[in-house]
């Protein structure tokens, strides 16, 4: 079992930036890959940005050049990094992690006023 928990989520301007965490517990060992989804109301689910254990990433392209995903050394937390921000990014995130089994955390709010 592996659980995660997210915090940093919040109310931002347009314009402005906020950094998400997910730090994860348990069974985190081996090759996995952490990552962020989204889910705006009346939408599905989305990817958003995910890294692997070996540093490989991938962006949506409607976050590419402003948000930056990151881990720690250790490889339990990732980061989210937010930077102009737009009110279409508004959503609950979800931290997600691929090792043995799949696992979500329970969600953050980001809302981004215009």
């Known amino acids: 079992q592996v659980q995660l928990v997210e915090s940093g989520g919040g109310l931002v301007q347009a314009g402005g930036s906020l950094r998400l965490s997910c730090v994860a517990s348990?069974?985190?060992?081996?090759?996995?890959?952490m990552g962020w989804y989204r889910q705006a109301p009346g939408k599905q689910r989305e990817l958003v940005a995910t890294?692997?254990?070996?540093?490989?990433?991938t962006y949506a392209d409607s976050v590419k050049g402003r948000f930056t995903i990151s881990r720690d050394n250790a490889g339990n937390t990732v980061y989210l990094q937010m930077n102009s921000l737009k009110p279409e990014d508004t959503a609950v995130y979800y931290c997600?992690?691929?090792?043995?089994?799949?696992?979500w955390g329970q969600g953050t709010q980001v809302t981004v006023s215009s």
């Open positions: 997600n992690f691929i090792g043995i089994g799949n696992y």
């Open positions: 348990g069974r985190i060992f081996g090759f996995n890959r």
């Open positions: 890294m692997t254990s070996g540093g490989s990433t």
